[in-house]
């Protein structure tokens, strides 16, 4: 479904102000539109964060999406500041710099945010991935989703390399030119280009890969913070 993002998004924040004024914490869209590497069946990621959320609030939340355009393509994070001020650390990293913000900020959250919490988190995800690829080949007659795989892998790369670094690459063009070859060839699965011929690893690569990130990751780097 092809949509006009700028507009869509200029319609919620819109919709936003005049529905929750200046309770609003923080107004945005993260996920593959924001980073401007969307399909055109991919979902709309919204970001609402207000100063508190009740269940009445949820209700005028869920009426003010449906009034927008292509309402079913919308989904999402919607919270209080407090809840989200008190999250797990490990998601942290990706959720601040995945979110582009229209109204208002999340900079309360950079106090909260650090390598060694994102070192968690990509080790979290290496650790999911791995059972992932064990639990298909031993219980389910079906092969894995490669492509839901390679998204794993995505977010499981970014974190480890602001763990490292201390940037954090949002964009997958971004990532490319970081990632080794097995990495390279799951993460060009994500960019859905005709012309971009993709030697998938085999399970026993893929298992390797996923337990060599497990060991690395399973110790905070030197110096992490």
Known sequence: MLIDFDHWVSSFSAAAAETFGGRIVCAGVQGSRARGEAREDCDIDVVLILDNVSSADLDLCHDMIAALPDSSLACGFVSSKQALSHWDERELAGFYFDTVCFI??????????????????????????????????????????????????????????????????????????????????????????????????????????????????????????
């Open 104 to 225: 208002g900020s999340l900079d309360f959250l950079l106090p909260r945010i650090s390598r060694e919490a994102a070192r968690r988190s990509a080790h979290q995800a290496a650790c999911g991935l791995y059972h992932a690829l064990c639990h298909a080949a031993v219980f389910e007659s079906d092969a894995p989703d490669l492509t839901a795989f390679a998204k794993g892998v995505f977010f499981l790369l970014r974190a480890k390399r602001y763990s490292e670094t201390g940037a954090f690459p949002v964009r997958l063009s971004e990532l490319l030119p970081l990632a080794g070859p097995t990495e390279r060839s799951l993460l060009k699965l994500l960019s859905g280009r005709a012309d971009a011929p993709v030697s998938v690893p085999n399970r026993q690569t893929l298992l390797s890969l996923c337990e060599g990130w497990i060991l690395e990751l399973a110790a905070p780097a030197p110096g992490a913070v």
